[in-house]
């Protein structure tokens, strides 16, 4: 009589090549990870780089993946490829809940995730989270299909952390739905406040690309010199206009202040008068602009802050 091996758990010799053992949540983790159906679905240049994953050069239905389902009830991966607009946004929140549980978003690109380049656009959203779950962000514009098969594969990761005990798509209490937002206030934000951080937030760029600019100097027309401040308002009290080779001096007058994106024209040369109000004259010994003379504007410190060279004359 055969020796009964189930009381001591050996499989009996026979089988011992034909038993795999394993846990249900393995099992229940690969087979979800090399199913996921995504649905036919892009909406702007990342869509394309989408489309190319499923190329034979990058062939996702090695995943399993093959079926881009043109039904969100046949689908249960939703990938945002593109720039989400605040029209958009409604349609595809309606289409996130029509799909089948378990279901996953990949936010591909820097639009979906926040905005990209148009962040803070009127129509643009600043993110696809603020509206639906996000499993997996891809960075890029636009991320490669490569990029995005890293995608696939971290998502395969994530669903190897989960449990069949765990997960919340099969308790009864459970519902998916996600609020579809309405076009109208509540996406498009007319609060004050909120238009007051963008208008902040553009001044505050102003002012800093401005605080970086000092006065500058240019040639003019003949015997005149453009002083132009790109940037903050500046008090020139202090500043001075110095000729190279004649060695000569224009000292600004105390309390001079060039406003900001102000302008002034300096005319220069031993008869140098004003043509209009605001002008300033630097009347000189001799005609100014010989070869290879230089004109630097130096500031209250003795630095020269811009400098300019009248071009050799050729004989
Ligand atoms: S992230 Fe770049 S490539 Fe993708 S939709 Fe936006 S602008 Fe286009």
Redesign the pocket.
Known sequence: MAENTSTTGVAPEELSDNILITTVDSVYNLARSFSLWPMTFGL???AIEFIVAGTARYDMSRFGMEVARPSPRQADLLIIS??VTKKMVVPIVRLYNQMAEPRYVISM???ATGG??FKEGYNVVSGIDKFLPVDVYVPG??PTPEALIHGFITLHKKFKTQSVRTVPWYRKSYTGETPIPALGPDIIDTNPDALKRVRDVNMTRLMASRAAAAPQISLGDADTIVLRNPGLTADLTGWTLQSSASEQTYHFPAGFVLMSDGEVRVHTGPGATSSSAGDIVWTTEAALGGDGEKISLVNAEGAAVSVIEYEATTA
């Open positions: 702007a240049c990342c593109g720039t690109g820097a639009c990209g380049p514009c636009p």
